[in-house]
């Protein structure tokens, strides 16, 4: 799915926008190793993953989370160019880690949740419409090398 012109300038101007101190500790990779436990296995040098409360305090889940969310601040600033943002981590997650492209989906629907509970009242439908979108288009352009 395309992000409209006018959704592309209200993520661009920040409406809601993602800012690794609004969130710390990031919440979106614990939450998704936590609720599909399946993808901690692609973080086998991660350490203790052996509960919830292992993964959350786990630091290298913390770095990691905030490279991620670095990452949706890059799609944000490089929105008509997603595929060439994406390039070198479409292939790494493809060619040498071999994640499976679901869970580029997955990640965005857990960063949405996390959004919409960090945002609360601001988060409406019109912008939570808008972000499902941006996270398909960044889970597609994850997802490219796959193709």
């Known amino acids: 799915e395309v992000l409209s012109p006018e959704e592309t300038v209200a993520i661009a101007l920040g409406s809601i926008n993602v800012s690794v101190s609004a969130c710390v500790p990031p919440p979106s990779l614990p939450r998704l190793l936590i609720v599909y436990p399946w993808t901690q296995r692609f973080f086998d040098n991660f350490g203790n993953l052996s509960s919830p409360t292992a993964i959350i305090g786990n630091p290298k889940v913390r770095a990691h989370g905030k490279k991620v969310l670095t990452s949706f601040g890059e799609a944000i600033k490089n929105l008509e160019n997603l595929k060439a943002t994406y390039a070198k981590l479409s292939e790494l997650h493809c060619e040498k880690l071999h994640v499976d492209p679901e869970n580029f989906r997955l990640l965005g629907d857990i960063l949405i949740i996390v959004l919409a509970a960090h945002f609360t009242k601001d988060f409406t439908p019109a912008c939570q419409a808008t972000w499902q979108k ?14």
């Not at 288009?137 to 090398?145: C, D, E, F, T």
């Open 134 to 147: 941006l996270v398909g288009v960044v889970a597609h352009a994850l997802a490219y090398k796959y193709h």
